[in-house]
């Protein structure tokens, strides 16, 4: 069961480049998220997805924007990198238990990301 | 927002001690999760908790839904080397279609 797959696992970007962090995940879950965890720190929120077509914002947003055309794929995209945007980044996915609760979410082994 | 308050915040702890964190809020929450981290990988589910009061295990882990819905605990029996990593508490409001989560217990365990 490969689960949830991120790409790339190690990324080096310059100051205002543009990248693409892939998400994929092969369990047929609906909700999918995307966190990022600086050093020593908790996850936060940026973007997630309750459906394909279907995307809002979380804790922090600025500077990422996500798509979800199908059910399998969440990538976040980077616009303008900035140092601030250096950290390790996790998608996730679940498959809501019922009507009002996202059910356990499954990570990926995550991307991490320097700015330079 | 909503906030979850993890403590403490590291434990450094002899092998075979048993171990306590918890997870407070200010808010009340209708589902509780504890997740493992291990180093370079991302967060496995470790207990996830529906009901309040409600007491699981998973091996030497027992985690408990605090009775009035704003807190839970995790405790780990007689530790071993392979517990290390950070523990992270997750906290989800019923309908809000997202997870709040801790800051994380990072635990190191001394042969």
């Known amino acids: 069961n490969a689960g949830v797959t991120q790409t790339p696992k190690f990324r080096i970007l310059k100051i205002g480049q543009s990248m693409t962090l892939q998400c994929t995940q092969d369990m047929n879950h609906n909700y999918m998220y995307w966190y990022r965890q600086d050093p020593g720190m908790g996850l936060k929120l940026i973007y997630y997805?309750?459906?394909?077509?279907?995307?809002d914002k979380g804790e922090v947003p600025n500077g990422y924007n996500v798509s979800r055309s199908t059910t399998e794929d969440f990538p976040l995209r980077l616009e303008l990198a900035a140092p601030s945007q250096t950290s390790v980044y996790f998608c996730?996915?679940?498959?809501?238990?019922?009507?009002?609760?996202?059910?356990?979410?499954?990570f990926g082994e995550g991307s991490r990301l320097t700015v330079l | 927002g909503q906030q979850l308050n993890q403590s403490p915040q590291s434990m450094f702890i002899q092998e075979g001690e048993d171990v306590s964190m918890n997870c407070t809020s200010s808010s009340i929450f209708n589902t509780w999760l504890w997740y493992k981290q291990e180093p370079g990988e991302g967060p496995v589910l470790l207990i996830a908790l529906y009901k309040a009061g409600e007491l699981t295990s998973n091996g030497r882990l027992t985690a408990q839904f605090g009775i009035t819905r704003k807190d839970s605990f995790l405790n780990i029996s007689a530790s071993i080397p392979s517990d290390v990593g950070i523990y992270f508490c997750a906290g989800q409001v019923r309908g809000a279609q997202k997870l709040v989560f801790g800051q994380g217990t990072r635990l190191t365990i001394n042969p």
């Open positions: 997805s309750v459906g394909a077509g279907i995307t």
């Open positions: 996730a996915s679940s498959s809501p238990r019922d009507r009002g609760y996202t059910g356990e979410l499954f």
